[in-house]
């Protein structure tokens, strides 16, 4: 994973249009819940005055579109759907934020740290709801009216599994006997749910085959896994100034990949300086070197980068399992080993 890979074309070609329509969604909204919305997306300040900061990858729409796009849909017709992945995964961000007391992201104020954790939640309320208000847009694309309601089940099956996978993830940072078997069932909740319904989305709205919407899900839902273990990967050796918030997952006492390897794979001193270090409320300063001083030692980087590859792997697999062409595949294939061999 040293070699790094800029954003394909394939990716970011639909990004201007999927804000376009985010920005339509999210102005419906009441205009003291429409600033933190805006702020937190990029488009404006804390003050109200339009800005263009980055607002993250897009990656959950992109996924939707190519999806479509793959199976040979029209894409101009699912932008509504691509919009409420997007939003579903942005109410995700302002919760988790104040979940974990992260201070930024982007580089800016996170939402709770500026307006408070009771408004954040608002906020993040009102995120949530607005992703089913897109779904229902789907109508005014000519989308019948059984496809927008398999849609809505949809998404709302995925949020769920999201909902408990952000509860696991909680529910970690206080035990010392995660599991790997654990872990991979809390990232498959917590993340890959939500990239398995962009990706199924995507190819359900624009094909009439259920074998091949399978397919997509399970592509989706391993790559979701894959891209998780990257994150996890960046959240301890990754540069701040490139992923655009504090690396922090060891200062939370995060049970992330490298994490529960270390804690199930060490013996001796090295579990006992682990074990001691993770009992404490924070982690801290040096405290912090030492735990990946320790990971380091006992490979777990190297563990979880190939472990992220074999996800990888078998998130191809689902795809070439669809039969398309070649063709059809490339762009979605393009984007998982972007997300693979990102740095940020």
């Known amino acids: 994973m040293s070699i790094k890979y800029s954003v394909p074309e394939s990716f970011t070609s639909y990004r201007d249009t999927v804000r376009v329509e985010l920005k ?47 199976v040979g849909g029209d894409t101009s017709q699912v932008m509504p759907a691509a919009a409420a992945v997007e939003l579903i995964h942005n109410f995700s961000l302002i919760h988790d934020d104040i979940e974990d007391a992260s ?32 779904l229902l847009k789907l109508k005014e694309k000519g989308i019948a009216d059984e496809k927008i309601a398999s849609s809505i089940k949809m998404l709302s099956l995925a949020c769920l599994e999201l909902c408990e996978g952000q509860y696991l993830d909680v529910e970690y940072e206080n035990r010392l006997d995660t599991t790997i078997e654990d872990y991979l069932d809390m990232a498959a909740k917590k993340t890959a749910a939500l990239l398995a319904v962009s990706t199924s989305l995507g190819a359900y709205l624009g094909s009439e085959d259920s074998k091949l919407v399978n397919f997509f899900h ?3 839902k391993e ?22 918030k504090s690396v922090s997952d060891i200062s939370q006492r995060k049970k992330t990949l490298p ?3 270390g804690l199930q794979n060490s013996e001796g001193e090295a579990r006992k300086r682990l074990e001691k270090l993770y009992s404490q409320k924070s982690i801290e300063g040096e405290d912090i070197k030492k ?16 472990l992220a590859e074999r996800y990888y792997y078998k998130a191809l697999a689902q795809l070439e399992a669809t039969r398309l062409d070649t063709s059809r595949q490339a762009p979605l294939k393009e984007t998982a080993c972007f997300l693979l061999k990102r740095d940020f």
């Open 291 to 306: 735990v990946t001083k320790i990971l380091d030692q006992l490979g777990a980087r190297d563990y979880a980068e190939n």
């Open 24 to 70: 339509k969604v999210i102005d419906s909204c009441p205009s003291a819940l429409c600033n933190m919305l805006r702020y937190h997306m990029g488009w404006q300040d804390e003050h109200g005055h339009s800005c263009s900061k980055e607002s993250g990858k897009f990656i959950r729409s992109a996924l939707c579109l190519l999806s479509c796009q793959a």
């Open 223 to 244: 790559l979701g896994i894959a891209y998780q273990i990257c994150d996890d990967i960046l959240g301890i050796w990754g540069m701040e100034e490139s992923i655009g």
């Open 103 to 134: 201070d930024e992201r982007h580089h800016r104020p996170t939402v709770w740290k500026l307006w408070g954790q009771s408004q954040a939640i608002n906020a993040g309320d009102t995120m949530f709801t607005l992703a089913y208000l897109a």
């Open 259 to 261: 994490v529960v390897y």
């Open 218 to 220: 399970l592509f989706g």
